[in-house]
């Protein structure tokens, strides 16, 4: 089946350790999208891709990056994680053109604790 | 600008009963609105989704939307809810995008929903 899949699904890390998240998709949408949800609250929108074209939100702290090396694979890198950053992180993909039909297709996501 | 307002944080059913989550969207032009259920530890699953076709949208498990454009309103329900539906339930709008432009979900705070037997 189709889908977008999100490694690891838990992971630990020091406070201050670099961590990479990393998201594929086999549905070959244009859009990927980075969330960060934490407990009992919603969503929150990082940054998005539109194919290669990176698009971050005015709110998202200088400590997150992504990269989108191909249309399959896109990778949330945190540089220095504080335990303000642990959450859930979940991707999403889209297609392309008028997007706001088709809603997303969201990863099972990564539960990041940071001790 | 576009946001959602689901009312209530918790909803507690029994088993059996009717299932209503309610949710409110405010956006400057046309919207489409979907209904999204989280299970504890898992990513999104679409349920439904409105996108300008039958106001009366039909889900996946048994669930159903009416959009009500005169109430801003896109409530969810579930004639009878069953254990298995105790999840989290998020409502989210897009704006509608047309040409190579493209939209992104608002996502509303989440709903608790309680089965008990």
């Known amino acids: 089946d189709a889908m977008v899949i999100q490694n690891p699904r838990y992971q630990v890390t020091q406070f201050g350790k670099p961590v990479t998240l990393s998201c594929s998709q086999t549905l070959n949408h244009n859009v990927m999208y980075w969330y960060q949800q934490k407990s009992s609250q919603a969503p929150k929108l990082l940054f998005h891709?539109?194919?290669?074209?990176?698009?971050n939100e005015a709110d998202t702290p200088d400590n997150f990056q992504s990269r989108r090396p191909n249309t399959s694979f896109c990778f949330l890198d945190i540089r220095s994680p504080g335990l303000g950053d642990a959450a859930m992180y979940l991707c999403?993909?889209?297609?392309?053109?008028?997007?706001?039909?088709?809603?997303?297709?969201f990863g099972s996501g990564t539960r990041l604790t940071v001790v | 600008a576009q946001s959602v307002t689901q009312l209530g944080s918790h909803v507690s059913v029994s088993e059996g009963a009717l299932v209503l989550l309610r949710c409110n969207y405010s956006?400057?032009?046309?919207?489409?609105l979907f209904w999204y259920v989280q299970y504890p530890n898992q990513g999104l699953q679409l349920l439904l989704k409105y996108t300008s076709a039958a106001t009366l949208v039909k889900g996946i498990n048994g669930f159903e939307a009416e959009f009500k454009k005169s109430e801003t309103s896109f409530h969810l329900t579930k004639p009878s809810a069953h254990m298995s539906d105790a999840a989290e339930y998020f409502c989210?709008?897009?704006?509608?995008?047309?040409?190579?432009?493209?939209?992104?979900?608002?996502f509303g705070q989440g709903t608790i929903l309680t089965v008990h037997p």
């Open positions: 999403a993909t889209s297609r392309g053109g008028r997007l706001g039909s088709y809603g997303y297709t």
């Open positions: 989210a709008v897009s704006a509608r995008a047309g040409g190579t432009s493209y939209g992104k979900l608002t």
């Open positions: 891709y539109y194919d290669k074209d990176f698009n």
């Open positions: 956006s400057s032009v046309p919207p489409y």
